[in-house]
């Protein structure tokens, strides 16, 4: 008779407590007998010791993190839980931070508006050595990799930037107002344009349109 394989391990990162939630009972309700979680953490300091505490076999790690981000976690648990591998679970759909993330280290990456039985699958497959990407994401990685994206120039460029001048840089490019903006982010429409004026600064761009064309020309749209 056939043993049953045991239930992966699981550690839980993100810094919204009720996405941490939702993702535990969907993984309750979907994975049951087949993933354990045995933990959850909001920073990236909190990840890092659960990590090192429990030594799971998969984190499930977002992007953005108060801290130093999901790319931190993995540098800072490398060698405490060496074996343990990580599968991006993130909102963000960016080339930059696919292809950052994947240097990081981390085995798969998916977004949010994945299925739980999906995710269940996906733990699984990262756990078993497989590397798992939403179907659109695998093109950023097979091109970044192919050299049509110019990934060196992508995050030097991108380094110039705050993690929320990165936000209201991708939205102005897609089109967005910066009504629109300030609704989106909950800020005032004068802190987006001081965003906007700092981001045409960093990047020696002179209009939105320009913005437009520079993003386009790096998959960040």
């Known amino acids: 008779m056939t043993t049953p394989a045991r239930p992966v391990p699981v550690v839980i990162v993100d810094d919204h407590a009720m996405f941490r939630s939702g993702v535990r009972a969907e993984l309750a309700s979907a994975g049951a007998g087949v993933v354990e979680v045995l933990a959850e953490a909001a920073d990236v300091d909190q990840a890092v010791r659960a990590v090192a505490e429990h030594r799971p076999d998969v984190v499930l790690l977002d992007?953005?993190?108060?801290?130093?981000?999901?790319?931190?976690?993995?540098?800072r648990s490398a060698l405490t839980a060496p074996d343990t591998r990580y599968l991006a679970l993130s909102v963000s759909d960016a080339a930059e931070d696919v292809i950052g993330t994947i240097r990081g280290g981390a085995r798969g990456y998916v977004t949010k508006t994945i299925t739980g039985p999906e995710l269940v699958s996906a733990i699984r497959r990262v756990a078993d050595g497989d590397a798992v990407f939403s179907p659109r994401l695998a093109g950023f990685v097979l091109d970044a990799f192919a050299g049509s994206i110019e990934v060196a120039a992508v995050d030097e460029d991108l380094d110039r930037l705050t993690?929320?001048?990165?936000?209201?840089?991708?939205?102005?490019?897609?089109?967005?107002?910066?009504?629109?903006?300030?609704?989106?982010?909950?800020?005032?429409?004068k802190t987006v344009e001081t965003h906007m004026s700092s981001v045409l600064r960093k990047l020696q761009l002179s209009s939105r349109h320009e913005l437009t064309r520079w993003a386009s020309d790096r998959r960040l749209l």
């Open 163 to 189: 993690e929320r001048e990165r936000e209201v840089m991708r939205l102005i490019a897609r089109g967005y107002a910066y009504k629109e903006v300030a609704k989106e982010l909950f800020i005032s429409i």
């Open 63 to 75: 992007v953005h993190l108060p801290g130093g981000g999901g790319v931190e976690v993995m540098r």
